[in-house]
Every structure is written in structure tokens, then in C-alpha cells.
């Protein structure tokens, strides 16, 4: 029976390397990328069975990496393994498509753990958090939910890389757009936030969590 393959997304190098030691006694590793615009490349090239992703990584963030992977049609399974127990990041990360939600506090067998679950068709939430996810999701239901203004996923996209300090004229090669349509997309973000200063739009990238401060 062949064994699961497995993509691991981390822009931490000693974590990239631990994971990969620990993984590689059970599933066959096709890869070890260090941002999310490499992970899409990679999960659309080796076609995994599982990735395994951080949230916070550089030109696109983890939930927004598997957005674009779901509407692609990749059918990897994704377990997000991150150091953010907030359970405003899990309930994210399960509207996103993700499969799995583990903590990096976690042991390394339950990721192990997990990797069986979701291949088996089923979701895996670590322990760490269930029961505070169970209370907000319960609360959830006769809590009124603040609603905010939506940006569209290319919009996130280039919000992330202004945030990271990335001009419009390297914005438009990265995306394979001309330099005039990313300015346009900055100023319509600006229009749909509420903002008038490159400042501004960085501090609404770090609320809607697509940077770290």
C-alpha cells in the first residue's frame, strides 16, 4: 500500500526541518516551502495527499493560499499546524476548506494523528481548543456577527503583499498583472476600507490577520 504524500508549508526553518524529520518516518514528503505562493505552486505541481500549512507566512498567508487551492479544484486534504489558538483562526480555517486544526504545542504524534484522520474522510480539531471552539460556536448562535466590508480573494491577495512593503510595479509581476491594474486594485481596497494612506491599509492587513506585527 502505497504510503501518504505529504507538502509542508512553515517560513520557519528549524520548524520546516523538524516537521520533516518527524513526518518522514511515516508519509512520503513531496516537498518543504517556505511562503504561500510556493505552496500553491507546489500542491498544484505534486498533487499531495495532505498538506500540511502554517497561517502566517510571507506573500500569502495559509487560509488564503487553500482558498485559491479549493476554487482551483485541488483536492489535497490541508491541516493547518500553527501557533495561533484563537478560535476566530480555526473557525476561519474550516470555512476556508482546511480539514485539520492543530496547535504547534501539540505533540508530534497527534499530527501523525490527524494525517490518518483526514485521509479517512474525517475532520481533526486538536484537543487544545475544542472546547473554547464549541463555546464560541455555541454563543455564535444568538450573538449578532459584526460585519465588516468584504474584499474579494484577489483583493486580500494584494493587501498582504502592500502590507509586506511589495510596490505595485512588483505586485504586477508577481501576479502576472500590469503595474496600472495593481494601483487600481490598491485604490479600490482603500475606496472598500474606508482608508486614504498606505499606513491605513497596513493596519487594516494586520486586523484582518493577513500580516503579524
Do not use: C, W
Request: charged share 25%; proline share 2%.
Amino acid at each position: 500500500m502505497p504510503r501518504t504524500t505529504v507538502l509542508l508549508a512553515d517560513d520557519h526553518a528549524i520548524v520546516a526541518q523538524g516537521l520533516a524529520s518527524l513526518l518522514s518516518e511515516t508519509f512520503d514528503l513531496v516537498g518543504n516551502v517556505g511562503d504561500g505562493r510556493a505552496l500553491l505552486e507546489a500542491a498544484k505541481e505534486r498533487k499531495p495527499d495532505v498538506i500540511v500549512t502554517d497561517i502566517s507566512m510571507p506573500l500569502l498567508n495559509g487560509l488564503d493560499a487553500v482558498r485559491q487551492l479549493k476554487q482551483e479544484g485541488i483536492r489535497s486534504k490541508v491541516i493547518v499546524l500553527t501557533q495561533h489558538k484563537e478560535t476566530h483562526y480555526a473557525v476561519e480555517a474550516f470555512r476556508a476548506g482546511v480539514s485539520g486544526y492543530l496547535l504547534k504545542m501539540s505533540a508530534g504524534d497527534e499530527l501523525k494523528s490527524a494525517i490518518d484522520e483526514v485521509m479517512q474522510g474525517r475532520a481533526y480539531l486538536t484537543p487544545l481548543i475544542a472546547k473554547d471552539l464549541i463555546s464560541v460556536l455555541m454563543e455564535a448562535r444568538t450573538a449578532s456577527v459584526e460585519t465588516g466590508p468584504k474584499l474579494t480573494s484577489r483583493q486580500r491577495e494584494i493587501l498582504q503583499l502592500i502590507a509586506e512593503g511589495k510596490t505595485a510595479k512588483e505586485i504586477g509581476t508577481m501576479l502576472e498583472i500590469s503595474t496600472r491594474t495593481a494601483e487600481g486594485h490598491k485604490y479600490e481596497i482603500m475606496s472598500a476600507l474606508g482608508v486614504k494612506t498606505t499606513a491605513e491599509l497596513v493596519q487594516q492587513a494586520i486586523r484582518l490577520k493577513l500580516v503579524d506585527i
